[in-house]
Structures are given as structure tokens and as C-alpha cells.
């Protein structure tokens, strides 16, 4: 079965210090990889994904990502985080083949003090 | 314009009552989610329609009972209710199943 695995539950850092959040998926097909911003209060927003192509992808708000197929992993980042971004982080992923179904990780609260 | 909206944002029910969510969008998505939020976990998902017919339920109990009128339109009706029923109810849209789905506000749902 399909799972996503985010490694860092809560996430602590000082405003423009650099962040990156892990993602790793068990899956042995082909997959579509998301990551999903919850602000606190607000609707879950796509921050960014992949379906195929060039395996770093750029998000909004200065946000980026890899896919390294090799190592099911998928890690979010960012040079510089502001204490706007403070909020709950969401990787998943969906089977190109099982489609409709996307599969969550268990979030990361980013914490940026100011 | 990339919105799903919902109504209603809150919604208290007893046990006994029967009431409907509803979630919308305009953006000619041929694919709808419902999904159930607790409160620090992630998303999970519940039902899947695609061009207007349910494609996957994921084993939810049958107090809740989805319809989708048109492509614009979902609704979740829910009837007898279970206080653990309580969360976030998210509806998201997508081109179709394939596609990055777009999340609406939710309606929090408390069940008394």
C-alpha cells in the first residue's frame, strides 16, 4: 500500500534561516508528488508539484522541491523562510495508475520566530 | 479562478438530525473529493466522483452519503452522526483524477 512519510513533526527556526522538510513515499509505480500549505485558519493551498520532467520544481511564495526517484523522496525547501510561513506542511503523493486517491503524510508545523 | 467554495463554514448537529454540506466550483473540474480533517492530522480522503458518478469510497460508514448533482456541484448528506464525526469536512476539485486537486475552506462540523 501506498504511504507517505514526513520525518520532522515540528519544525523550529529563526526568520531567514534556511528550511528544508523531508518526504518520503513507499510506492513502486509511477507517482505524482504535492506539497500542500495549511496557514493557520486558512484552506489547505498547493504549494507545488511534480508529474514529470525536470525533477526540481519551483513553487510559489519561493518554495522548491526534488524528486529523487532513486530515494522515493520528494524534500521541500526554502533559502530563507519569513514568519509568514509559519504553518502545517503537507506532502502527498498519488498513483498515476490509482487515480483520485492521494495519500497524506502526517504534516510538519513550521514554527519561524520573528 | 481557482475556488471551491463551501457551506455551510460551521454546522452543529445533534445525533438525531440530518443535514447536508455543500461544495462548489466553476472551474469546469471533472473530478470532487470529500475528505474528513481531524484536528492536526492530516486530510483523509472519503469519496472520489469523477465525470458525476463515484469512482471510490473509501469504506466510509453509510450515515454519510455523498450525491453529486452536476459537475459543479457535491454535496454530503449526513444523517445520525456519531460525536467522533466531529472535524474539519474538506471538498476538493481537480481537472480530472489525475490532476492537482484545489481544497476548499472546509466546514467544521461538531456533532453533539
Known amino acids: 500500500a501506498q504511504s507517505v512519510s514526513q520525518h520532522n513533526h515540528h519544525v523550529i527556526l529563526s526568520e531567514a534561516a534556511s528550511l528544508e522538510l523531508g518526504c518520503n513515499y513507499s510506492?513502486?509505480?509511477?507517482?505524482?508528488l504535492f506539497w500542500y500549505v495549511q496557514y493557520p485558519g486558512q484552506h489547505l493551498q498547493l504549494l507545488l508539484k511534480?508529474?514529470?520532467?525536470?525533477?526540481l520544481v519551483k513553487g510559489i511564495k519561493g518554495f522548491e522541491a526534488e524528486f529523487i526517484k532513486s530515494k522515493f523522496s520528494f524534500n521541500l525547501r526554502k533559502p530563507s523562510v519569513q514568519w509568514s510561513d509559519t504553518a502545517e506542511y503537507f506532502c502527498?503523493?498519488?498513483?498515476?495508475?490509482?487515480?483520485?486517491?492521494?495519500?497524506f503524510g502526517q504534516g510538519t508545523t513550521l514554527q519561524v520566530k520573528p | 479562478d481557482t475556488e471551491v467554495t463551501q457551506t455551510p463554514k460551521h454546522l452543529v448537529m445533534g445525533m438525531t438530525n440530518k443535514k447536508s454540506l455543500k461544495c462548489e466550483q466553476h472551474?469546469?473540474?471533472?473530478?470532487m473529493y470529500w475528505y474528513k480533517q481531524k484536528a492536526k492530522k492530516p486530510p483523509e480522503l472519503m469519496f472520489v466522483y469523477s465525470y458525476e458518478k463515484l469512482s471510490i469510497n473509501e469504506s466510509v460508514p453509510s450515515r454519510f452519503s455523498p450525491e453529486c448533482p452536476n459537475s459543479s456541484l457535491l454535496n454530503l448528506h449526513l444523517h445520525a452522526l456519531q460525536p467522533e464525526d466531529s472535524a474539519l469536512y474538506l471538498c476538493a476539485s481537480s481537472q480530472d483524477r489525475h490532476g492537482e486537486q484545489y481544497f476548499g475552506p472546509g466546514t467544521r462540523l461538531t456533532v453533539t
Open positions: 511534480y508529474f514529470s520532467g525536470d525533477p
Open positions: 502527498a503523493v498519488s498513483s498515476t495508475s490509482n487515480t483520485g486517491k492521494l495519500i
Open positions: 472551474m469546469g473540474h471533472r473530478a
Open positions: 510506492y513502486g509505480g509511477t507517482v505524482n
